[in-house]
Nanobody, 125 residues
Framework: HVQLVESGGGSVEAEGSLRLSCTAS????????MAWFRQAPGKEREGVAC???????AYAVSVKGRFTISRDNAENTLYLQMNSLNAEDTGMYYC????????????????????WGQGTQVTVS
C-alpha cells in the first residue's frame, strides 16, 4: 500500500521561503518519477517540478530559479525548497508519484501520476 504524506506548508510573507517534504511508504522515491503539483483556488492543478529516477529535474517556467526539487533516498523523502515566494505561489501543494521511471505529462495535466498525497497548504501574503 503506497502512502505519500506531505508536510512543511504554512503561511509566509512575500520573498520568504518554505521547504515542503513528502515522505513515502510502500514506494521507493529513488526508483521512479515523482513530482510536486499545486492548485490555487479557482484554478486548474498545475505541475510545479519533477525528478526522475536518474535525478534529472524539470520545472514550470513560473518557478524555475526559485524552487528546487530533491530527494533523500535514505529517508525515502521528496522535498521542494521554495524561495522568493510570491502571492501567485499560494495554493495546495501535492506530492505525486508515477509507477514509471520517466516523467511525462507533469506540465500537461498530470496524467499518469498514480499516487497522490493529501496536500499541504502554502499561503503567501
Amino acid at each position: 500500500h503506497v502512502q505519500l504524506v506531505e508536510s512543511g506548508g504554512g503561511s509566509v510573507e512575500a520573498e520568504g521561503s518554505l521547504r515542503l517534504s513528502c515522505t513515502a511508504s510502500g514506494y521507493a522515491v529513488s526508483s521512479y518519477c515523482m513530482a510536486w503539483f499545486r492548485q490555487a483556488p479557482g484554478k486548474e492543478r498545475e505541475g510545479v517540478a519533477c525528478i526522475n529516477e536518474y535525478g534529472s529535474q524539470a520545472y514550470a517556467v513560473s518557478v524555475k530559479g526559485r524552487f528546487t526539487i530533491s530527494r533523500d533516498n535514505a529517508e525515502n523523502t521528496l522535498y521542494l525548497q521554495m524561495n522568493s515566494l510570491n502571492a501567485e505561489d499560494t495554493g495546495m501543494y501535492y506530492c505525486a508519484a508515477r509507477d514509471s521511471r520517466v516523467c511525462v505529462n507533469t506540465f500537461a495535466g498530470g496524467q499518469g501520476y498514480v499516487y497522490w498525497g493529501q496536500g499541504t497548504q502554502v499561503t503567501v501574503s
